[in-house]
């Protein structure tokens, strides 16, 4: 089992995930994608001030549209830009 899959495993359980000022990039986020796919347990996602970027908005928007747990997504201080605030809300 890879390290991304041990991560994952731990993060499904969760109610809360908070990792803001982590310094996240888009690739780093893959993690978290899988984990707001699959997720039966998550209520709120923490990613505020950290580098993630319109490319992974649609990745997130995607995983969100199966996502019936999550009440809370805090993006702040990213740079998605209204494009990617925009493929969040469905609004492609």
């Not at 990039?25 to 993630?52: A, G, M, P, Q």
Request: net charge positive; charged share 30%.
């Amino acid at each position: 089992m890879k390290n991304s899959d041990k991560l994952v495993k731990k993060l499904l359980k969760k109610k809360v995930i908070n990792f803001n000022c982590m310094h996240l990039k888009d690739n780093d986020s893959d993690v978290l994608i899988e984990v707001l796919r699959t997720s039966e347990t998550l209520e709120r996602l923490y990613l505020n001030n950290n580098k993630i970027t319109l490319d992974d908005s649609g990745k997130f928007a995607d995983a969100l549209a199966n996502n019936r747990t999550l009440w809370i997504l805090h993006l702040n201080s990213n740079t998605i830009g209204a494009k990617g605030a925009q493929r969040l809300a469905g609004l492609k």
